[in-house]
């Protein structure tokens, strides 16, 4: 092997190995111009004044870093690093990945899954803010980089999205209906205010089980034979309640009383108290003065049912045995 080839390979790895930080090749070169652009290193690079190893070393630029491209050489690229602008070795650069864009969404809730920390930023050098615990619901529009912009404790911050998941709202619980046998003993224990019959009275009568409140002031054969309210159940439940609005008119001092059975059938059905029952009681009554028949859907307690007004009873309904009856004006 002749001395000059020996020379030249000691030449050139003396460029490519210098203080472990690359320069490139010992020339200088015509450049290309572009509009600048974002690229990374991807080796610690010398940052030099001029194209050439033989320039000076403005600054030493890390492994990682972002330098602005002004022109390409196949050797020597012209890049702007922090306020330097200077030559590195152009094999070591690699364009940097677009900046990710911040997607706008409709306000969406999500729910967190873990105890999950509330970023300041999505990039490196992120601080967690606070952190949120697991189950909490909070609110995004956008979303960047595999993150969250959400609001919690009053801080603005991002959290990971394999960290939440979309919020779905309980369904609000059925309220429960009193059992038969509860609404019976409910209906037929109390006694009318002002006397001492039993407001409800059972019975039974062609295979149904009936609670019948009678009407109270009357003649002795009105007592008997004008009923306010009648109840009816099916197998598990209070499952339908009439209120007479005909006999309620004709006997005006008797009214109190008929109002007042009223107010204890309704009860049968969620029990005395409560909002449902309360709700009940109010949608009856806005339906006793009325000047023409109707059908009114009723949800309550997550309950589906009828109110059917007509001209001489108002009926409340609620399912027989999970199904409503087919109801026709």
């Known amino acids: 092997m002749n001395k000059r080839f020996i020379k030249n390979i000691g030449l050139s790895l003396g460029v490519l190995l210098t203080a472990g930080t690359i320069d490139g090749m010992p020339m200088q070169e015509p450049v ?12 610690a690079l010398n ?3 001029g194209a050439s190893i033989t320039n000076k070393v403005l600054v030493k630029i890390p492994k990682g870093r972002a330098v602005k491209v002004i022109s390409h050489g196949k050797t020597w690229s012209k890049v702007t690093y922090g306020s330097k602008t200077g030559y590195v070795n152009a094999r070591y650069l690699k364009k940097a990945a677009a900046s990710a864009k911040e997607e706008k969404f409709k306000a969406k809730q999500f729910t967190t899954t873990a105890a999950t920390p509330l970023y300041s930023k999505t990039t490196s050098g992120k601080k967690a803010l606070v952190t949120i615990p697991k189950g909490k619901v ?3 529009t956008t ?3 595999g993150y969250y912009k959400v ?7 991002w959290v990971t999205a394999s960290r939440v998941k979309d919020y779905k709202p309980a369904s609000p619980a059925q309220a429960k209906f009193l059992s038969k046998a509860d609404s019976l003993k ?4 109390p006694t009318f205010v002002n006397d001492s019959r039993k407001v409800f009275e059972a019975k039974n009568e062609y295979g149904l089980q009936f609670v019948n409140a009678y009407l109270i002031g009357a003649t002795e054969a009105a007592k008997q034979d004008y009923l306010f309210v009648i109840g009816e159940y099916d197998s598990n439940k209070l499952s339908a309640m009439t209120f007479v609005m005909n006999r309620y008119h004709k006997y005006p001092f008797a009214q109190k009383n008929g109002v007042q059975a009223l107010e204890l ?23 006793m003065t009325f000047t023409d ?10 309950r589906k049912g009828y109110i059917v007004v007509n001209r001489s009873t108002i009926d409340v309904i609620f399912d027989y045995d999970g199904e409503l009856p087919t109801i026709r004006q």
Do not use: M
């Open 143 to 145: 979303k960047l980089s």
């Open 47 to 49: 940052l030099r004044a």
């Open 138 to 140: 909070v609110t995004s």
């Open 186 to 189: 409910l209906l037929t224990t």
């Open 32 to 43: 290309h111009v572009e509009a600048a652009t974002v690229y990374a290193t991807t080796e």
């Open 293 to 302: 028949e109707k059908l009114v859907n009723l949800t309550i307690g997550g």
């Open 265 to 287: 059938g309704l009860s049968g059905f969620f029990g005395r108290g409560t909002k449902e029952t309360d709700q009940l009681v109010k949608l009856v009554k806005e339906n």
């Open 151 to 157: 609001v919690y404790a009053g801080k603005t911050g």
